[in-house]
């Protein structure tokens, strides 16, 4: 009898950095999260003028339809994705 495969739903990922450059925010996927609900830690850092993330102001835990809602907005809201991702795992 097969098994159904069941497959991670794709979480916002990354960095994203404020249009003023001095507030970045970073969404990773939380690890113990199930694969069918999973959540999403957020954590505001402010950063410097190059927008090195310099001091964390807090963490949050979203469910995922937050998370993705909150990464469309800021996305929208001339925020931008950082290519070069301060840590590989992000």
């Known amino acids: 009898m097969n098994q ?41 850092w402010y950063c410097t003028e190059e927008g090195i993330p310099t001091k964390l102001k807090n963490t949050r835990r979203l469910d995922y339809e937050s998370a993705h809602e909150t990464w469309n907005e800021l996305l929208s809201n001339n925020w931008e994705l950082v290519e070069h991702q301060i840590n590989d795992a992000a």
């Open 4 to 44: 159904p495969i069941r497959e991670a739903v794709s979480t916002p990922t990354g960095w994203l950095m404020a249009p003023t450059r001095d507030f970045c925010l970073f969404f990773i996927r939380d690890p113990k999260s199930v694969m069918v609900a999973p959540t999403v830690f957020t954590q505001p």
